[in-house]
């Protein structure tokens, strides 16, 4: 048996500090161990020197130096490696922590600050009812001082903070706080929908409602015109899904922002996903309102008539009605999802007919930049077969050898239109070894637009017009050019200017309201919206979303790398299913790559730099700059997992799988 003498010379003294849940005083004891006391036992020693009759199950022990959560109770001091000089914190889990939701409303959460990213999330999104959340994240604003400030004001001018309270309904919780309580939707365990449609509560979840847009003052406050480069800062701040907010520095009631991190919405369905349909219009309406994303004079007005149909119905007196909408046959919804859902639904892998794949043959204009030219566009006769445009002097040779073929498989497709002068184009970015060539095809009208730029969308991702994707992605094609068209519907009046009870410039961006007289953007807008006046809430905020999905920068998130072998900075712009390398000064591609023809990727972690080997023997490296490689990994990884999504499965996701693409090992 050991004495107390040789107890004496094996044991240390070790400080710990008791953090209090309601914010009293923290409390510091010193207790006498040895290393071979296991975690458990030392909390045990503690809560009784402690003798506070109160619940302790949600205090764990942090260790402050080396920046870890000490989880595992049945390891012992010497594995951890805790020796006399350790300072540790007795603390809770769970903190609170202030939310800005993609409808810049902040809400206060009890958050787990123990639990890694991913599954904070998740129960963050289980709380507010957002399926999906996988799609999610949190994002640290940037440290500029001068955007602190502004933010501040905007907060100090918008609404008070939402309470909510996750883990008990503790004391002090508001009206709104009640709300939320009991929003949270039964989930069905076998496939992991809600047992009852979204729309049965929509009228009590104040997240399904859309918020009113701030007048124009208040909306210039907070723009900023964003470069490439401030678009690379900003996206910086995602934090890292493998490790628990505690070990990124977060600190109790510091505000992060709930983002949409990964634009890829899977299985969006109106019948269950009453809130995220509406915070992905509002992620959208703000990134259009700050012009976070670039789009014409033209998609800026087809976007302000959305929003103003949407306020309208949103603030009509009439509450609304659910009851009469139809139950929605499983068949129909996935082929209705197709309009939102990217790259998502098997239906789309299913082929028409095998045997016959369709073509398009058509008279269109060419324009190669490139050449030295007098006259930029030539006629030529077009023919689209499987993946790839020949092009012939006219119809008549197209038996014969054609002039020149444009293989689409990996290429970029960026419209170049404008609906009020009847320009149809469609501007391709083929990839070349040393970058990309430019072609612009002019089509003669909108349905012929809409036909060759469906085909080249799904050439792009290597798919032909057999997929039954493609009547659907022209569809989508020709609603999207009429809501953009100003020219009221046949038969229908001019419209009144005095009608619109709202201040127009509150629908577009302050610089697109500096251009126009507040008078002339009224009468466009409502010309706009005539189009679309018909829709209902719903049908307006997923054709405001499927638009959003249709703009050329949609989803990509910028970084600042160097290129191993290069001297000079440049942008790394990630999207869902591509890389893209961009010239910094500027602005336009040089090279794409795109996920289906990665062989493997991986991280360096002395050196921090992320290699990428692609087909044919493409090989890419670099270091990020703007921010640390395990964003850019994540996004990687994350993009690649959520590919792996499908309809057959349920909604448990392999949790995993997704930390052993997104994870590395550091």
Not at 100 to 116: C, D, E, G, H
Not at 159 to 170: A, M
Not at 508 to 520: E, F, T
Not at 530 to 544: G, T
């Amino acid at each position: 048996m050991i004495t107390a003498a040789e107890y004496g010379e094996t044991s240390w003294e070790l400080a710990v500090q008791v953090d209090q849940k309601a914010g009293d005083e923290s409390m510091k004891f010193k207790l006498r161990v040895k290393g071979d006391l296991h975690i458990g036992g030392l909390m045990l020693k503690l809560v009784e020197k402690i003798k506070a009759p109160q619940d302790w199950s949600d205090h764990a022990l942090w260790w402050e130096q080396r920046k870890c959560w000490l989880l595992k109770t049945h390891w012992t001091l010497d594995k951890y490696g805790i020796q006399a000089d350790a300072f540790l914190r007795y603390t809770p889990q769970h903190k609170p922590l202030l939310l800005q939701l993609p409808n810049m409303k902040t809400v206060k959460m009890t958050v787990s600050f123990s639990s890694v990213v991913f599954k904070a999330v998740t129960e963050i999104c289980r709380m507010l009812n957002l399926r999906r959340s996988e799609e999610l994240s949190l994002l640290k604003p940037p440290d500029d001082p001068s955007k602190k400030k502004k933010k501040k004001d905007k907060n100090s001018a918008q609404e008070d903070i939402w309470d909510i309270d996750i883990l008990s309904g503790g004391p002090g919780g508001t009206e709104d706080e009640a709300v939320f309580k009991t929003m949270t939707a039964t989930y069905d365990p076998e496939n992991g929908m809600p047992v009852s449609a979204t729309s049965l509560w929509f009228g009590e979840n104040p997240l399904a409602e859309s918020q009113p847009n701030l007048p124009p003052a208040e909306l210039a406050k907070m723009y900023q015109p964003l470069s490439l480069v401030d678009k690379a800062v900003n996206n910086a701040g995602w934090l890292d899904s493998s490790r628990s907010l505690m070990e990124q520095d977060i600190q109790d009631e510091e505000k992060l922002l709930l983002r949409f991190k990964y634009n890829v919405f899977f299985d969006l369905n109106p019948k269950y996903d009453g809130v995220r349909i509406t915070q992905l219009y509002e992620q959208g309406r703000w990134s259009i309102l700050l012009e976070e994303i670039d789009c014409t004079d033209e998609e800026m007005l087809m976007f302000a008539s959305l929003q103003y149909h949407i306020c309208k119905l949103t603030m009509s007196s009439e509450p609304l009605d659910h009851s009469n909408e139809p139950e929605i046959d499983e068949v129909e919804a996935a082929l209705s999802n197709l309009e939102v859902t990217l790259e998502g639904g098997l239906t789309d892998r299913i082929l028409e007919d095998i045997t016959d794949i369709p073509e398009l043959a058509d008279s269109l204009r060419l324009f190669r930049p490139k050449r030295l030219t007098l006259r930029p566009y030539k006629e030529y006769w077009f023919v689209f077969k499987d993946t790839t445009i020949s092009y012939y002097k006219n119809k008549e040779t197209s038996s014969g050898e054609p002039i020149e073929q444009f293989h689409l498989r990996g290429c970029e497709v960026v419209p170049d239109v404008n609906v009020t002068d009847k320009k149809f184009g469609i501007k391709l970015l083929l990839p070349v070894a040393d970058g990309m060539n430019e072609v612009y095809i002019r089509c003669d009208n909108e349905t012929q637009y809409a036909k060759w730029k469906a085909a080249c969308i799904l050439a792009s991702k290597g798919k032909t017009m057999a997929y039954s994707s493609y009547k659907s992605e022209v569809k989508n094609i020709q609603s999207f050019l009429q809501m953009k068209s100003l020219a009221p519907p046949p038969g229908q009046a001019a419209p009144d200017i005095e009608a619109m009870e709202m201040n127009a410039e509150c629908f577009v961006s302050p610089r697109y309201a500096k251009k126009h007289k507040n008078k002339q953007l009224t009468a466009r807008i409502l010309e706009a919206h005539q189009n679309i006046a018909r829709l209902s809430l719903v049908d307006a905020k997923m054709r405001f979303i499927q638009a959003w999905q249709s703009l050329p920068e949609f989803g990509i998130n910028y970084y600042i790398v160097r290129f191993k072998g290069c001297k000079k900075d440049e942008i790394l712009g990630i999207s869902y299913n591509r890389m893209i390398r961009i010239d910094m000064s500027s602005g336009l591609p040089v090279t794409t790559w795109r996920f289906a023809n990665m062989k493997q990727w991986n991280v360096n972690w002395e050196i921090r730099q992320v290699t990428i080997e692609f087909d044919q023997n493409v090989s890419i490296a670099f270091c990020c700059l703007s921010c640390d490689c395990k964003v850019v990994h994540e996004f990687i990884g994350g993009y690649i997992f959520l590919s792996t999504r499908s309809k057959d499965q349920n909604e448990t996701l392999d949790e995993d799988l997704f930390h052993k693409l997104t994870g590395g090992q550091e």
